[in-house]
């Protein structure tokens, strides 16, 4: 295996693990649930690593990049319509919160291919911290088809991301990707180079 094509293979590995997750929320083996968990969790890892790999083996193109984010797209609603399929009344409880972030995802995508004509790919650090949070109450109510104030934290804290990422679109004036925080995309709207965190951003 050629080593500078481990973060595509990386990345694509998360449209496996996609299909996994909804066959095991379909079919409900033993043990789904764990291994429903065991399965997010991998696919997250997968998202934290193919990108300090691309980094580090300085492969991390616009390409790579716009596709991570996409791929990451598929794999959070393919884990979303598991989870719906494994604890529907969860879901149709809280179906107002989870339309309006939804809506404010679309709303991002809108905004970015209005603009730019490309997807989103800020890769913000906010965003990066939302993903953690998406994480844990997707574990809660997959173990306990429940989940209280981390949903909710989940929830606030997706609406000020997603208004963050609207704002990083609205300021900037051509497409970039990996801007860490509005701060940054101010620093890019007046033509300077931006810091970027070696670890998280490229």
Same mark, same amino acid.
């Given at each position: ?21 909804? =066959? ?20 997250? =890892?997968?998202?934290? $690593? ?55 995802? /679309?709303?991002?995508? /809108?905004?970015? $291919? ?5 997807? /989103? ?33 989940? $929830? ?29 995309? /101010?620093? =890019? ?14």
């Amino acid at each position: 295996m050629h080593l500078k094509k481990i973060p595509l293979y990386l990345i694509y590995s998360r449209l496996v693990l996609s299909v996994v997750i909804v =066959l095991f929320a379909i079919w409900r083996p033993p043990f789904y649930r764990g291994c429903m968990v065991a399965l997010l969790v991998t696919g997250l =890892l997968t998202d934290v $690593f193919d990108g300090i790999i691309a980094r580090k083996l300085n492969v991390s193109t616009q390409r790579l990049r716009r596709l991570d984010s996409s791929i990451d797209q598929v794999f959070w609603i393919a884990v979303l319509a598991a989870c719906c399929i494994t604890c529907p009344a969860f879901f149709i409880r809280n179906y107002v919160y989870l339309l309006i972030v939804l809506g404010a995802e /679309v709303l991002t995508y /809108v905004v970015s $291919f209005i603009r730019f004509k490309k997807e /989103v790919a800020t890769h913000a650090i906010a965003s990066k911290v939302w993903t953690l949070t998406i994480l844990a109450t997707l574990i809660q109510v997959i173990l306990s088809c429940d989940s209280g104030w981390l949903f909710q934290c989940c $929830f606030y804290l997706g609406v000020v991301t997603r208004v963050e990422i609207l704002l990083i679109l609205c300021i900037i004036k051509s497409w970039h990707n990996d801007i860490p925080s509005i701060y940054h995309a /101010v620093q =890019l709207r007046k033509g300077k180079e931006i810091k970027r965190h070696q670890l998280f951003n490229g």
